[in-house]
């Protein structure tokens, strides 16, 4: 005990433990004496002594003023050695950092005047040497529910930056770690003093915290939402700071995961383009924005996340985020369409699939455009990843919206227009099975779907194609209700009349066998044709087109029997009144349904339109055997009619050419028909035949 009152007298000892605050104050004061005696003697041993005194016996007391008052010592100590504070660091700075657990508020307080006073005589050495745990300590201060304490650590806090700012040795490393310890706190004070601390450091020239950004940079964005107005103004501050700062680079910007961070920037602003709130979308928005500018082809590996981000916040329901997502994300598209290295098509188009079904109109519309974008950029890579959103693209024609279901038509259409006609096909043919499966879909879509095909495509490709599906279908059921929609759009659609014209060049099949002479032993004219020998080069031209015509009329004609009221149709826009004429007698053999009267009456409505004017022309020609064949049709469509109102419009039409004429080459005008006639008339025959079986195996598996 001789030995401790030797350290330090025992009246110091006393006073240095008193409730009094004077007291303590001035017991403080002679210890500091006390040290500078020592410190200018030189005896560095019992300057130890005399610091380990006071954190031992006092510092870490039970009694709450005798930690005051050890606190007091220990400042004085550190004023009182200057210089020499640093050689006893540790014993100085260990006890005090004790304190800022204390359960005594007043102790909490003294501990952060202590160490300011200890920091400002020590500065560089504190810093390096217990940096850490004095900013865990702050952390905790700084949360503190006494005003006093909360003020001591911030008065703390200001002198530990200004050190830190002016140091020329900080290792930034260090602050970091921390950084990432407590960024993601949601307490507003410790963000608040987090922020405080990013900006100061930001401001020092030796301290480069633009490469270390990905490890704070979610923390920063996630402060947007806080509470605390002055917090998010200062987060705001501090990510705006960081983009000005990097658009004035001209050096590389790692976008992707880096040594620094797992995490790349691009990753962290797509998903806070997620967040529910608006401050965090936005900024994103605006930070995609800025980095598509700036990245460029840099940003190749990061395309399928970011088409994910663009696509979500483009049907934000805030205006600003959507507009701006808007203007990212036509950037983005014309940055893809202008990259020559190869990108991950296979990513991006996994995001676009899934984004095809959202919820959200624009989402899909500009789905849509990228796809369309891509398909136009690159049809071969494209064509081989066509799995992956080929069936999204026809689940979208059921889109409720019709803007989406004309742009999905058109992306379809870009893939038809694959030089591979198996691309053609396989289209033509998985939109025909998707109508067959979806009666909705054929009713709302179909005629839709089928009329704008043929305007972005050949119409006569189209329609061949089609008519070669429906040529293979069984179900006939569903083949008679597509050549119906087939046949009315194309007597009606103004799409359709390059193809119209093409078949009314055919000029007629050939009803007698007179009228037309074969060319060959065993050979099948299926239309009529003049062949002279005198014939010129615009005839052969002539004949080449008439011919093209007749196959065209020919591929349609063997689909369109599977409906006779359209295969009748096309025979009146052919102006194959002879075939006409044959066929309207077999038109017992089939079902006479209501449905089969309506399509008659409608077949009745279009030879009034400008459609047929052509046939109602041609029944002023008297005397001839088409005369004679278009009139025989028209009054056996006459004769099938009950008497409606068709009925009446058709036999006032009638009625005003005149009774039916005869054609004077014979008694009736029946005379042997040609051989293309037959063929015609008995696949006519055959495929009518073909429903009544299916008719008949549909009955009796019904009634199995």
Request: charged share 25%; glycine share 4%; aromatic share 8%.
């Amino acid at each position: 005990m001789s030995d401790e009152n030797n350290i330090l007298p025992k009246e110091i000892e006393v006073k240095l433990g008193a409730s009094s605050y004077e007291r303590r104050k001035a017991a403080a004061s002679e210890v500091e004496n006390l040290i500078k005696a020592h410190n200018e003697q030189g005896d560095g041993a019992k300057i130890k002594k005399l610091i380990g005194y006071l954190g031992d016996e006092y510092v870490r007391s039970p009694q709450p003023n005798f930690r005051k008052g050890g606190l007091l010592g220990l400042a004085t100590c550190a004023v009182a050695l200057k210089g020499n504070a640093k050689l006893h660091l540790d014993l100085l700075v260990e006890p005090v950092l004790k304190c800022f657990d204390d359960p005594e508020s007043r102790v909490r307080y003294y501990a952060c005047e202590s160490m300011y006073n200890i920091a400002k005589i020590t500065r560089e050495a504190l810093i390096e040497r217990h940096f850490n745990k004095i900013f865990d300590g702050l952390c905790k201060l700084c949360l503190d529910v006494h005003l006093d304490v909360k003020n001591g650590a911030q008065l703390l806090d200001r002198l530990l930056k200004d050190i830190v700012t002016e140091s020329d040795t900080f290792d930034i490393t260090t602050f970091i770690l921390l950084l990432q310890k407590y960024i993601t706190q949601t307490n507003p004070y410790i963000r608040g003093m987090l922020v405080m601390w990013i900006n100061a450091l930001d401001s020092v020239p030796s301290i480069d915290m633009l490469e270390w950004l990905p490890t704070f940079l979610d923390g920063l964005f996630n402060m947007l939402s806080d509470q605390n107005r002055q917090i998010r103004q200062a987060a705001d501050l501090a990510l705006g700071g960081f983009l000005k700062e990097i658009k004035a680079m001209k050096t590389h910007v790692e976008f992707g995961p880096c040594e620094k961070s797992q995490v790349g920037m691009i990753s962290i602003l797509v998903s806070q383009c997620k967040s529910r709130h608006n401050f965090n979308r936005v900024t994103a928005v605006q930070w995609i924005y800025e980095f598509i500018a700036l990245g460029k082809e840099e940003l190749v590996p990061f395309y399928p996340v970011l088409v994910e981000g663009m696509l979500h916040c483009i049907s934000d329901a805030v205006a600003e985020i959507k507009e701006n997502a808007a203007k990212a994300n036509e950037a983005l598209i014309a940055l893809v369409r202008k990259t020559e290295e190869k990108i991950d098509l296979k990513g991006v188009l996994e995001k676009l699939t899934v984004n095809l079904l959202n919820d959200n109109e624009p989402t899909r519309l500009a789905s849509l455009s990228w796809i369309c974008m891509l398909l136009e950029k690159l049809p071969q890579d494209m064509s081989k990843e066509m799995d992956i959103y080929f069936f999204a693209l026809l689940r979208t024609l059921n889109d409720d919206v019709d803007d989406i279901v004309i742009l999905d038509i058109q992306v379809l259409a870009l893939i038809c227009k694959d030089n591979s006609q198996d691309s053609f096909r396989r289209v033509l043919k998985e939109v025909y099975n998707l109508f067959q499966k979806d009666q909705i879909l054929l009713e709302k879509r179909a005629s839709l779907v089928v009329r704008h095909f043929c305007q972005l495509l050949s119409p006569e490709r189209v329609y061949r194609e089609l008519a070669h599906i429906v040529s293979g279908t069984e179900d006939l059921t569903f083949a008679a209700l597509i050549v119906q929609m087939l046949n009315i759009i194309l007597l009606t659609a103004r799409e359709l009349e390059p193809l119209r014209i093409k078949l009314r060049n055919c000029e007629g099949v050939a009803l007698r066998d007179g009228s037309t002479k074969s060319s060959g032993a065993g050979s099948s004219k299926l239309f009529s044709s003049s062949n002279n020998s005198n014939n010129n080069g615009s005839n052969k031209t002539s004949n080449t087109q008439r011919s093209e015509s007749r196959s065209l009329f020919t591929v349609l004609y063997n689909s369109w029997c599977h409906s006779p009221v359209s295969a009748l149709s096309l025979c009146f826009l052919a102006q194959a009144y002879d075939l006409a004429s044959v066929l309207i007698n077999h038109f017992a053999k089939a079902e006479i349904s209501v449905s089969f009267l309506m399509q008659v009456d409608k077949l009745v409505q279009l030879l009034e339109s400008p459609i047929f004017i052509h046939v109602r022309l041609e029944m002023l020609e008297q005397g001839t055997p088409r005369h004679f064949a278009l009139m025989k049709t028209l009054y056996g469509i006459l004769m099938l009619l009950p008497q409606s109102a068709a009925f009446k419009t058709l036999q006032n039409r009638l009625q005003a050419v005149s009774s039916m004429p005869r054609y004077p080459g014979g008694n009736d005008g029946s005379d042997a028909v040609s051989k293309s006639c037959v063929d015609f008339t008995t696949q006519f025959v055959d495929v009518l035949q073909q429903h009544e079986n299916f008719r008949n195996k549909v009955l009796a598996d019904k009634g199995l």
